[in-house]
């Protein structure tokens, strides 16, 4: 399966508990965004795995990265993430019509 659409990109992303720890741990630092080390040193992730997820959550346009000197810092695309929830509520409660099925005998 592969995953074209925006939307989906982003919720593949997300499919995977380490990246979904970085995403909230990153939302709950808001605007300022971490560091790599940082983030690392929150949750716990070597060095190599965090850059393997991270660069997962750039790719899908959830994260920013912004090269300070020698030190990246990773925000969140707050913009990118309302549109991915707007994207889910949308249709909240609009209604469903269910077609009888036809019956088989």
Same mark, same amino acid.
């Given at each position: 399966?592969?995953?074209?659409?925006?939307?989906?990109?982003?919720? #593949?992303?997300? %499919?995977?508990?380490?990246?979904?720890?970085?995403?909230?741990?990153?939302?709950?630092?808001?605007?300022?965004?971490?560091?790599? %080390?940082?983030?690392?040193?929150?949750?716990? *992730? #070597?060095?190599?795995?965090?850059?393997?997820?991270?660069?997962?959550?750039?790719? #899908? %346009? *959830?994260?920013?990265?912004?090269?300070?000197?020698?030190?990246?810092?990773?925000?969140?695309?707050?913009? #990118?993430?309302?549109?991915?929830? %707007?994207?889910?509520?949308?249709?909240?409660?609009?209604?469903?019509?269910?077609?009888?099925?036809?019956?088989?005998?």
């Amino acid at each position: 399966m592969t995953t074209t659409s925006p939307n989906a990109r982003a919720l #593949a992303a997300l %499919g995977h508990d380490a990246r979904l720890s970085i995403f909230r741990l990153l939302v709950k630092a808001g605007d300022d965004g971490l560091r790599v %080390g940082d983030i690392g040193e929150h949750l716990g *992730l #070597a060095p190599s795995t965090l850059a393997h997820h991270l660069s997962v959550l750039v790719d #899908a %346009g *959830l994260v920013l990265q912004d090269k300070q000197g020698r030190e990246v810092f990773n925000r969140v695309d707050f913009p #990118a993430m309302n549109r991915v929830v %707007g994207f889910l509520t949308s249709e909240c409660c609009s209604g469903v019509t269910v077609r009888p099925s036809e019956d088989a005998a």
